[in-house]
């Protein structure tokens, strides 16, 4: 990690497996489902669940970054909160607990938003993290009236910004930057980050200018597990090897669904419940189709997997079983190469302290965190 993001990347290797919660920030969470317990995510709750979760040690809150919501009967994700204002609240409500907010490139001047994370680092004392997206889905961009650049273009312009955020968080005197995307002048801003540094940097990328981008600018890099544990090891290792050649070390974040019961039984039916019998089925539909995820060549198998993988946590992937099992899973994921996991609960509140309770001090015997 970048020898500048000190309090953040302290707070990141603690632990060979950090964990944080995702998606609290968003109505439904993670899950697209129909049943009456479904997250609501009020600010009551979601400040109550950063405490709750700060208490128990977890390292971070992330938050999914949704502009409008999916439809269907629920609308899931339509109630959210932006997320570098929720960020900056959360760090305001608890004591040790990071938190990021979420970006999307081409919505944010990179000085206005520089500026605003620097309010949301000092406010957490370096508690304050930046999650960077250069793409997203079309139809928030249409809604928000802006054109989504051309895949690689995403990534041209996702570089002058990250430059631009980064010199104007460390830069003494004013500086001028001429781009193709972005041109500024006489640019200075105070106060700086939190104790001279820069808040930590995680990037989202699958593509091969995505993982680029990461290597080159991130200290951790978010990939989604679409393929299960297939490629998991030869992935993470390529990925380090590739920041390497920027001469920097980056860790690895990734998404999982956890549902966690005394028996593996009573997480698979309640799995089945929330994500099969009572799935938002047009949410679903609406969001697989909505990320690019149905082919022509798409067999109704595949499809059928990735609607219940999406209503069962957006896509996330599944870790269904008791604590032994789930503990098992994520030692498993720590021993591919995963440093960090954000975990999506149907409900949080309800559903984190079991897995406070029986699955944290399994991983601590398992020697994948200290108490």
Request: proline share 4%; net charge negative.
């Amino acid at each position: 990690m970048n020898e500048n993001a000190t309090h953040a990347r302290g707070q990141l290797e603690r632990n060979r497996l950090n964990l944080g919660l995702f998606g609290s920030n968003c109505s439904g969470g993670l899950a697209v489902t129909t049943v009456p317990e479904r997250w609501d995510a009020t600010w009551e709750n979601n400040q109550e669940l950063a405490r709750m979760a700060d208490d128990a040690g977890m390292e971070f809150m992330l938050p999914l970054g949704r502009w409008k919501g999916y439809g269907g009967v629920t609308d899931h994700n339509g109630s959210n909160f932006e997320t570098l204002t929720w960020a900056a609240g959360i760090l305001a409500s608890t004591q040790n607990i990071m938190a990021f907010g979420t970006v999307h490139v081409s919505l944010f001047n990179p000085v206005v938003a520089a500026k605003q994370m620097v309010t949301a680092d000092l406010i957490g004392e370096g508690r304050f993290g930046i999650n960077i997206i250069c793409g997203w889905n079309n139809d928030e961009f249409d809604m928000l009236g802006v054109d989504l650049a051309l895949h690689d273009d995403r990534y041209d312009q996702g570089q002058e910004w990250i430059d631009i955020v980064t010199q104007a968080w460390i830069c003494p005197e004013p500086f001028d930057y001429d781009g193709k995307f972005y041109k500024v002048k006489k640019t200075n801003i105070y106060p700086k980050p939190y104790g001279g540094g820069r808040p930590l940097i995680v990037c989202a990328g699958n593509s091969d200018r995505g993982r680029e981008y990461a290597a080159r600018n991130a200290d951790m890099m978010f990939t989604n597990l679409r393929d299960g544990f297939d490629g998991v090891p030869e992935n993470t290792s390529a990925l380090r090897k590739m920041a390497a050649g920027y001469g920097r070390k980056i860790g690895v974040f990734s998404n999982v669904s956890v549902v966690c019961r005394p028996t593996k039984q009573e997480a698979e039916d309640y799995f089945h419940y929330y994500a099969v019998e009572h799935a938002d089925l047009d949410a679903v539909e609406n969001m697989i189709v909505g990320r690019g995820l149905v082919k022509p060549d798409t067999t109704d198998e595949r499809l059928q997997e990735l609607r219940i993988r999406a209503a069962g946590g957006n896509g996330a992937l599944p870790i269904i079983g008791d604590p032994d099992y789930v503990v098992a899973t994520m030692k498993r994921l720590s021993e591919s190469g995963v440093s960090a996991l954000a975990i999506g609960l149907q409900n949080y509140l309800e559903q984190f302290p079991y897995f406070r309770d029986e699955v944290l001090p399994r991983l601590e015997h398992e020697g994948l965190r200290i108490k």
